[in-house]
């Protein structure tokens, strides 16, 4: 994932993009880049320590019907390979497993953000609205 697709993610957990701008991105890939896509925000998922408890409501915030086989997965808790699974369902179901993800990652991303705010050794965590801290970010790539 290039810099500036994490950059995309992180402003999105921060409030700062909608995720219409994460979908139109997503929506242009190929398949297999749609699922090496996914498989990055599975990173960023883990490193932010999503738990369980934030499954149903990740699944409420992302307004997908609770019966699509990517909730009924994701029921099956947060646990890296549970997460995988979601990565092989069909193509046509890959749109919503990113939204399903997406939602996971800023629910455990926000809680993060309370300990990691003012840890400068992590960007992700810095005010990714500011142009300066951007392009710091940017430069060390």
């Known amino acids: ?17 909608g995720i219409k701008e994460l ?14 896509f996914l498989n990055d925000t599975l990173f960023f998922i883990i490193q932010s320590k999503a738990i369980d408890k934030d499954i149903e409501e990740a699944i409420l915030e992302s307004k997908l019907k609770s019966t699509l086989t990517a909730c009924v997965l994701l029921r099956k808790g947060v646990l ?33 953000l309370l300990f990691e705010k003012n840890n400068l050794n992590k960007w ?13 970010i940017r430069i060390k790539g």
């Open 1 to 17: 994932m290039t810099i500036e697709n994490e950059i995309l993610i992180n402003q999105y957990a921060q409030d700062l993009v």
């Open 124 to 136: 992700w965590y810095q005010d990714l609205s500011d142009a300066e801290i951007l392009k710091k």
């Open 80 to 112: 890296s390979y549970n997460l995988k699974k979601l990565i092989n369902l069909p193509d046509k179901e890959l749109e919503s497993v990113f939204i399903l993800l997406l939602c996971l990652f800023k629910l455990a991303y926000k809680r993060r």
């Open 23 to 36: 979908l139109d991105l997503f929506s242009n890939l190929s398949p297999e880049q749609k699922k090496a």
